[in-house]
C-alpha cells in the first residue's frame, strides 16, 4: 500500500491526484466514526472504547480500572474533536500538571502517529494549535489558572475522583454557552466527592461506562491474583475491581448516613436561631 507520508509521487501525476483522493476519503471516513481515526492512530479499540468514542451523550462519564486504556480512549477523542471541529476548544484536565501532561502525551502520540495527520499551526509542551484554528490545551487542576477560559468545546477530566469538588463545580460553566461535552474519567477514591456522586445520583443524560480488570483482555487473570496479594482486599478491589470503598477513618458508613437521613423532615430550627442561643 502507497505510503502517505513517505512514497516519492513527484514524478508520477496520477499517483499524486489518487494519493489525494485517498486520504481525503479516509479524513471523511474519520470524520464520521472516531474508531476509524483511533485505527490509523494505531489503536483497534475495545468495545467499550468505540462505544465511548461513537457516543452523542454531552456528558460522560467513565468508571475504569487502571491500565484499562481510559486515558488512551479519551486522547483520541480529544484529537477527533480537534481535527474535525474547525475552532474548537479542547481542554485537558487532571489534578496535577504532570498528570495532565501524559494525557497530553498521549494525543500528541496519536497524532503523530496518524498516517496523514491534519498540520499544526503550533505546538508546544502544553498546547497543540491546528491550521483549522482548534486547540488543545493541558492544564492543572488549580481553580486560579482555569477561569480565564471560555467556549469549551470539549472538557476532559483525568483522574477525576481525585479533582476537588470546588475545581469542577468552577469548570461547568465553561460549557454553559457552547454546549460542549465533559467527559470525566477515574477509579473511584471512595465514597465521596462529586465523581462519586455523579456515578451514584447524577441525572440519566449521563453516558456511564464501567470497565474493571476482569473486563479488560490487556491484564491477566495471573497478574491480578498476585495483586490482591500484594495490595489486600481494599486496595485491590478499588483500583482494579472499580468499587468505591468506605474511607478506613470514617466513623460511620456511607449507606448509614443515607439510611439514617429523612429529606421528608423540616427543620424547627436554623443556624440563625442556634446562634441567638
Not at 50 to 68: K, N, Y
Not at 119 to 137: K, W
Not at 194 to 206: I, K, L, Q, R
Not at 212 to 231: H, M, N, V, Y
Request: net charge negative; glycine share 4%.
Amino acid at each position: 500500500m502507497l505510503s502517505e507520508k513517505h512514497s516519492d509521487l513527484s514524478q508520477n501525476p496520477l499517483l499524486i491526484e489518487a494519493t489525494h483522493r485517498l486520504i481525503e476519503r479516509r479524513r471523511v471516513e474519520e470524520a464520521d466514526d472516531p474508531v476509524m481515526l483511533a485505527r490509523r492512530a494505531g489503536l483497534e479499540a475495545d468495545a467499550w472504547q468505540a462505544d465511548i468514542l461513537r457516543s452523542r451523550a454531552r456528558e460522560t462519564i467513565m468508571l475504569v480500572t487502571r491500565q484499562g486504556g481510559k486515558s488512551t480512549v479519551s486522547s483520541i477523542r480529544a484529537l477527533h474533536r480537534a481535527m474535525y471541529a474547525p475552532r474548537s476548544l479542547v481542554l485537558l484536565l487532571a489534578p496535577s500538571y504532570r498528570q495532565s501532561k501524559e494525557l497530553f502525551k498521549k494525543v500528541r502520540e496519536a497524532h503523530a502517529a496518524h498516517p496523514a495527520p491534519l498540520p499544526l499551526d503550533s505546538e508546544s509542551a502544553l498546547e497543540m494549535t491546528f491550521v483549522t484554528g482548534s486547540r488543545i490545551v493541558c492544564l492543572p487542576g488549580k481553580e486560579e489558572t482555569i477561569r480565564g477560559f471560555s467556549g469549551v468545546s470539549l472538557l476532559i477530566v483525568d483522574e477525576a475522583s481525585r479533582v476537588p469538588d470546588a475545581l469542577y463545580y468552577a469548570i461547568r460553566p465553561m460549557l454553559a454557552v457552547s454546549g460542549g461535552d465533559i467527559v470525566l474519567l477515574s477509579t473511584p477514591f471512595g465514597k465521596r466527592g462529586f465523581f462519586f456522586n455523579v456515578w451514584t445520583d447524577g441525572s440519566a443524560s449521563w453516558h456511564r461506562v464501567k470497565v474493571t480488570a476482569l473486563d479488560c483482555p490487556r491484564i491477566s487473570k495471573e497478574w491480578l491474583e498476585a495483586e490482591r496479594k500484594a495490595i489486600g482486599d481494599f486496595w485491590y478491589e478499588q483500583e482494579y475491581l472499580c468499587e468505591f470503598k468506605e474511607d478506613v477513618s470514617a466513623v460511620f458508613r456511607y449507606e448509614d448516613i443515607i439510611a439514617a437521613s429523612d429529606s421528608s423532615i423540616t427543620p424547627e430550627w436554623s443556624i440563625r436561631d442556634a446562634l441567638t442561643l
